[in-house]
């Protein structure tokens, strides 16, 4: 098997990489299904608060005062300031008039309208929004009588001044002329005659322009517009309904969700794909438990750890090609020694790789020991089969250790239709460490040099204890078993650093989905794992008895 370093990987392709970031933001099921929840309720919210409102709209073309609208060119609506004209339209001055006329109050209608201009004309939509049809229909055209009738009344009264202003200007000069007639009629020299005649003619032009100027205003067309169209009630209430209001809902909804999703995959801690399990710990996948309805893949509590007995199986195929491509590294074959652990927690699943990996190990027709180097809560004794008959005769008396383990005892175990294989099981001790790195337990562990044997080892999780890293050095290879959507990429960093400065090598990793049990919170943090069988919180390890070793159905002494 090619070894699997850190080196950076070919570059994926862009729709790869496209598509396996879509797959590791449809791991976030719940913010994904949270964000579309909210597009939809919010939608529905819109589409039923709009459900009882109702919007009348007319539209009112402004045109300036004229005098004679008929002639060619005389027209002055160029001279209409239309920004001007919408903000008088939202005046407080007409919002009293029009809350005059329709009988309600200034603040609500106030609140309720709406004036646009649409672009290069010289026309106003007056918009108005109630509770009933009626009463937008009403208030829209109260404000628009409204604002008719006060922009009339401006022109009305701009020309009311201004004809005031020539009437002032108009009435001295008429007085004048009327004493240069006295003047003249008194005159006796032609010359003076003259003279006074020639005022006159100036002073009556003059009154004759001002007397053009008042009739023209006072026959100024004071029109202030003209409504193209009226408001009437509308049929249906505003808003797009709620079909259309909840698909753009569930629009909005996903892009949420979307985001959501993407915010957690940016600060989750949790490695996201395969790839990344290899780039943390420098080894391969060597292969991926299946998730199993209906039964635990690893078994349930106080259950079995062999995988469906060992017959057929999508778990116990897995197990076995987990175990062919150990078998064609290179690293594992020269020395056959196999360390099974966990970066954290205290989940079954390591327990149930170390036992199927020895019961393939002895299915291929291997001599296989498998020794449980859990000295803390040793339980697979009570976990395994025993089998019938005596012990392979390749085993030696490894001698007692630290604390009685190892104890020279080792326990056939029934691998259904794979045979069988050794099991050297784990007991409390005072001093794991010493106990660990013993001489009995070295020569335990060189039963691996042996021909055609192989020598499986499961220990406490690398980063719970140090017990793993003890016995790294003496077993070489080691596999670790993980749930890529509990453990952190630091974790599995971490496990690599110290794997290699204990001088062993991270064989492969072995993954599997997660435990019966367990659960997760919204997928926004680690699954909760089950609680580990501890010791009596009255006693320690140091306290406890050297006989307290598991309970085994049958045990068979080493002759």
């Known amino acids: 098997m090619t070894d699997v370093t850190r080196a950076e990987q070919p570059s994926q392709d862009e729709p790869d990489l496209l598509r396996d970031q879509f797959k590791q933001l449809v791991r976030y099921r719940a913010l994904l299904v949270a964000g579309v929840l909210v597009g939809l309720l919010g939608g529905a919210y819109l589409a039923f608060s709009g459900a009882d409102s109702y919007t009348a709209t007319s539209e009112v073309r402004v045109r300036a005062a004229i005098e004679d609208p008929f002639v060619a060119g005389a027209t002055a609506d160029k001279n209409i300031d239309i920004g001007t004209e919408r903000q008088s339209a939202l005046s407080s001055t007409v919002a009293d008039a029009a809350a005059k006329t329709a009988g309600a109050q200034v603040a609500t209608m106030s609140r309720c309208l709406q004036v646009t201009n649409p672009p290069n004309t010289l026309v106003l939509r007056f918009t108005c929004t109630a509770g009933t049809a009626?009463?937008?229909?009403?208030?829209?055209?109260?404000?628009?009588?409204?604002?008719?009738?006060?922009?009339?009344?401006?022109t009305r009264a701009t020309v009311a001044r201004m004809v005031a202003s020539y009437q002032s200007q108009l009435e001295p000069m008429v007085t004048q002329r009327n004493d240069l007639l006295d003047q003249i009629a008194r005159a006796?020299?032609?010359?003076?005659?003259?003279?006074?005649?020639?005022?006159?003619?100036?002073?009556?032009?003059?009154?004759?322009?001002?007397?053009?100027?008042?009739?023209?205003?006072?026959?100024?067309?004071?029109?202030?517009?003209?409504?193209?169209?009226?408001?009437?009630?509308?049929?249906?209430?505003?808003?797009?309904?709620?079909?259309?209001?909840?698909?753009?809902?569930?629009?909005?909804?996903?892009?949420?969700?979307?985001?959501?999703?993407?915010?957690?995959?940016?600060?989750?801690?949790?490695v996201r794909s395969d790839a990344e399990v290899t780039r943390a710990l420098g080894a391969p996948v060597l292969g991926t438990l299946p998730r199993l309805r209906g039964r635990a893949a690893a078994g349930g509590p106080g259950g079995s750890l062999l995988a469906g007995g060992r017959g057929d199986g999508r778990l116990a195929e897995e197990y076995r090609a987990v175990a062919f491509r150990l078998t064609h590294d290179k690293r594992f074959s020269e020395r056959r020694r196999l360390l099974v652990v966990a970066p954290r927690g205290t989940g079954e699943t390591p327990a149930a790789v170390a036992v199927n990996l020895a019961a393939s190990f002895a299915e291929m027709g291997m001599e296989v020991l498998l020794v449980e180097a859990d000295l803390r809560t040793p339980a697979l004794s009570a976990r395994l089969r025993t089998a019938d008959g005596a012990r392979p005769g390749w085993a030696r008396t490894p001698g007692l250790g630290e604390g009685g383990w190892p104890a020279g005892l080792q326990v056939p175990i029934d691998a259904g239709e794979s045979g069988s294989f050794d099991l050297v099981p784990g007991r409390r001790v005072r001093n794991v460490a010493r106990a660990l790195t013993s001489a009995p337990a070295g020569r335990l562990f060189a039963e691996a040099d042996e021909p055609g044997s192989v020598v499986v080892v499961l220990a406490p999780p690398v980063l719970g204890y140090a017990d793993a890293i003890a016995l790294a050095d003496r077993v070489d290879g080691v596999v670790v078993v993980c749930d890529p959507r509990a453990v952190h990429r630091a974790d599995l960093e971490r496990v690599h650093e110290l794997v290699d400065a204990a001088g062993a090598a991270v064989l492969g990793v072995v993954l599997h989905p997660a435990e019966p049990g367990t659960r997760r919170r919204f997928g926004l943090g680690r699954p909760a794992r089950p609680a580990r069988q501890a010791a009596p919180a009255d006693r320690r390890d140091g306290d406890l008895p050297q006989e307290a070793a598991p309970a085994s159905p049958e045990r068979h002494p080493v002759p």
């Not at 003209?226 to 808003?239: C, E, H, L, Q, T």
């Open 134 to 154: 009626q009463h937008a229909a009403d208030w829209v055209n109260a404000f628009t009588k409204a604002y008719l009738d006060d922009r009339q009344a401006q």
């Open 188 to 270: 006796k020299s032609s010359q003076v005659v003259g003279t006074l005649v020639s005022s006159q003619t100036n002073l009556l032009s003059r009154i004759t322009e001002l007397n053009g100027d008042i009739s023209g205003l006072r026959a100024l067309d004071t029109t202030p517009g003209v409504v193209i169209k009226p408001g009437v009630a509308p049929s249906a209430p505003s808003g797009p309904g709620l079909p259309m209001m909840l698909g753009l809902g569930l629009g909005v909804g996903i892009a949420l969700g979307l985001l959501f999703a993407w915010v957690r995959l940016v600060f989750d801690p949790t």
